[in-house]
T-cell receptor, first 114, second 117 residues
């Protein structure tokens, strides 16, 4: 299977703990995106990378959130000092640079902060 | 600022009938792309269909077609011959820019489609 993969699929953590999610994009895709989806809503953009460069960050990405894509392949999203409001599905997507109109999504990581 | 509006929180359709899911958008960028994604209960977002702002013809992909009315800023999804497996949440999304300048997607709030046997 050469689709986008995410790990873990589910994460339950206590408020105040740090969590890290991983995304492995489709291998030949240069662009990688992180979105957050809360119940009953559409996904909201968090950040995106072209190769290893983080080109844009949403205002939703507070200073407790950090994302990396160190070698232009997989990416990690870390949330420090988690809050209950961080509970959501975190989706990763990737796309080729050209023609870059289609984003392929992974299965998501569902985070529950208790 | 770009915005996507889906006014139908839920829709029901009889199996084998056609259904239209509404989507309107707002952007000041003349170059943009419109997308529809399906999200079953399993959670994964599945790409269905794409329409570029300069495309002259409505996009079609199998049983899916996009009714693009640029002057009205609408991009409705038409599903023909509905199947039980079409029951899912459907999201309309837009991205400003085309080709290499294109960036992130902005999604609507979704429409939950239920296909009745």
């Amino acid at each position: 299977d050469t689709g986008v993969s995410q790990d873990p699929r589910h994460k339950i953590t206590k408020r105040g703990q740090n969590v890290t999610f991983r995304c492995d994009p489709i291998s030949e895709h240069n662009r990688l995106y992180w979105y957050r989806q809360t119940l009953g809503q559409g996904p909201e953009f968090l950040t995106y990378f072209q190769n290893e460069a983080q080109l844009e960050k949403s205002r939703l990405l507070s200073d407790r959130f950090s994302a990396e894509r160190p070698k232009g392949s997989f990416s990690t999203l870390e949330i420090q000092r988690t809050e209950q409001g961080d509970s959501a599905m975190y989706l990763c997507a990737s796309s080729p640079v050209a023609p870059s109109y289609e984003q392929y999504f992974g299965p998501g990581t569902r985070l529950t902060v208790t | 600022a770009q915005k996507i509006t889906q006014t139908q929180p839920g829709m029901f359709v009889q199996e084998k009938e056609a259904v239209t899911l509404d989507c309107t958008y707002d952007t000041s960028d003349p170059s943009y792309g419109l997308f529809w994604y399906k999200q079953p209960s399993s959670g994964e977002m599945i790409f269905l269909i794409y329409q570029g702002s300069y495309d002259q013809q409505n996009a079609t992909e199998g049983r899916y077609s996009l009714n693009f009315q640029k002057a009205r800023k609408s991009a409705n999804l038409v599903i023909s011959a509905s199947q039980l497996g079409d029951s899912a949440m459907y999201f309309c999304a837009m991205r400003e820019g085309l080709g290499g300048s294109a960036r992130q997607l902005t999604f609507g709030s979704g429409t939950q489609l239920t296909v009745l046997p």
